[in-house]
């Protein structure tokens, strides 16, 4: 029974003994009294310390104050471990030869019989290098937040530039444009008895491009006004928005084009330029079937992934998908004057448009089989 | 110069848009008594008496004033700040005729009071198209203030 109780006595110490190693080994430990003076070291602290067993017991604990804490954060700490609740936190020591570390802190109260805390075992783990680098990144953060400042005041400035350039094109451009315009008009009205057929002829084709320059610079201009434009972003119902379209093309265009329109999504996305969007890319499709005999129009839309997918499909003059790549740029077109009329930026408008959205856009026709026209928008 | 009778002040710099403009309202009949002026500072001179015109009758006052923005010397938002904060002339119907499409300049002529704001349309048979609409409108459809 003694024995008993003796082998039970000695497992527990050794328990004990390898608890207290592993401790030793693993973490930076001391030990105070209530008033805060130290009575037990491990190897590690007086390794990450610099000073030696002896210089460290019997001294208070405040001789590794680094002094970068506020009095109100050592207040606190001592409030708490003296109440006898554990405190946990981050530490900055100061080490011997003035040195500073990063600890991580537990500080553990032993309480006594009447409850009142006679000793503090505090252990630690060194966060030095881990706190090094957190303020590496603080300070790269910093450096980039004043580079994204110096940046956006560059591009705001290069915006001003552009929109004082477009306001030039729009003011200066267009008084010579339409002298040209109204001194042919003038010279056809007034010597019409003395010009003849030829004349005519030369006087309607200066006409016919001084309007053409027009539409450009008027394109041109809608434009460039696009990047400018803040984008308010609400639920649009697109079926709403596509029947406004119809309305809106058939009192300006007279068409045969049968338009089918299925159940669309709604979408996240700015009303306005939607309709730029849906104006544009359904305007194409009856001009580019206007030939067929039976010109039809479908719109629809699916949910692909987390993406939003329209398409405008017609069955019109298609196009050469060698040259499908020119499509979307400005001014670029794949037919010319006499077979449709246009400026070619109707598709980079969209493309803007669509881009700004964070969508983008693509086609597939083939000649005189129809064109496909779509654009995806992800589902934030 | 004294007692020239003025239906219609045009102050435009430019040539051919005055040419066009005065051309348009002769053909559609509307008015015959037009005084085209080439910039702002010789417009208030006119209206207010001064200068070359220090001998004309100012209460001989024009039915409508035709104001391009971008002038010379002295600028159409200018002329149109001086003619709407003056007794004389305040009251006198005032139609902004610019190439101007930009919403700060339209923002600007309407904090001033003016009447109208009208874009010069590029193609030529828009343009008469206007100007005679705009004649019809303020001197013969408007009621100008008795004065």
């Given amino acids: ?380 | 110069m004294e007692n020239i009778e003025i239906e219609i002040l045009l102050v435009e710099d430019n040539p051919s848009d005055a040419e066009l403009t005065i051309r348009a309202f002769k053909k559609s009949n509307v008015a015959n008594k037009i005084v085209h002026l080439k910039d702002g500072a010789e417009a208030l001179d006119f209206l207010f008496g001064k200068g070359v015109y220090s001998t004309r009758n100012i209460n001989n006052k024009p039915k409508v004033i035709l104001l391009d923005l971008k002038m010379p010397k002295v600028n159409g938002i200018e002329v149109l700040r001086e003619i709407r904060s003056n007794a004389l002339t305040k009251k006198i119907p005032v139609v902004i005729l610019t190439s101007s499409n930009e919403d700060p300049d339209i923002k600007a002529c309407y904090e001033l009071g003016v009447n109208s704001y009208i874009v010069k349309p590029v193609g030529f048979k828009n343009f008469t198209d206007v100007v005679s609409k705009l004649g019809f409108y303020w001197l013969l459809l408007n009621k100008s203030p008795n004065e």
């Avoid at chain 1, 505090?122 to 790269?140: G, S, V, W, Y």
């Avoid at chain 1, 089918?260 to 999504?265: A, E, I, Q, W």
């Fill in chain 1, 1 to 380: 029974e003694r024995k008993n109780a003796e082998k039970k006595l000695k497992q527990s110490i050794k328990e004990l003994k390898d608890y207290k190693e592993a401790l030793d080994e693993s973490c930076i430990v001391a030990v105070t009294n209530q008033q805060g003076i130290i009575t037990h070291v491990n190897d590690n602290f007086c390794e990450i310390s610099k000073y030696t067993r002896d210089e460290l017991i019997g001294q208070n604990h405040s001789i590794i104050n680094s002094g970068y804490h506020p009095k109100e954060f050592i207040k606190n700490l001592w409030a708490t471990i003296t109440y006898g609740k554990v405190w946990r936190g981050e530490i900055k020591n100061k080490a011997k030869d003035e040195t500073y570390y990063w600890v991580d802190t537990t500080i553990i109260p032993f309480i006594n019989k009447q409850g009142k805390p006679f000793q503090y075992i505090a252990i630690r783990a060194d966060i030095t290098k881990r706190k090094k680098a957190e303020q590496e990144l603080n300070e790269l953060n910093e450096h980039l937040e004043l580079k994204v400042i110096e940046r956006t005041a560059q591009l705001e400035t290069v915006n001003k530039e552009l929109e004082s350039f477009s306001y030039s094109v729009s003011h200066d451009l267009r008084a010579p444009l339409r002298a040209v315009t109204g001194y042919a008009n003038m010279l056809e009205e007034d010597y019409q008895t003395k010009i003849d057929e030829e004349g005519k002829r030369l006087l309607s084709i200066i006409k016919y491009n001084a309007e053409k320059m027009g539409q450009l610079i008027d394109d041109l201009l809608s434009f460039s006004r696009l990047g400018r434009k803040e984008m308010q972003t609400t639920n649009v119902d697109m079926n709403g928005l596509v029947e406004g379209v119809l309305i809106e093309i058939d009192k300006v265009t007279k068409h045969q084009a049968e338009i089918k329109v299925n159940k669309l999504h709604h979408i996240k996305s700015d009303y306005g330029l939607m309709n730029q969007v849906m104006i544009n890319l359904i305007s194409n499709a009856i001009k580019y079937s206007s030939k067929n005999k039976t010109p039809t129009i479908e719109v629809k839309s699916k949910l692909v992934g987390n993406d939003l997918v329209f398409s405008v499909q017609d069955n019109g003059a298609g196009f050469d998908m060698r040259y499908v790549d020119k499509l979307f740029g400005v001014f670029q077109r794949l037919h010319t004057q006499d077979e449709f009329e246009g400026t070619g930026v109707g598709l980079a408008i969209v493309q803007r448009i669509i881009s700004k959205h964070g969508g983008r856009v693509w086609a597939e026709g083939k000649v005189n089989k129809g064109a496909a026209f779509y654009f995806s928008i992800p589902q934030s």
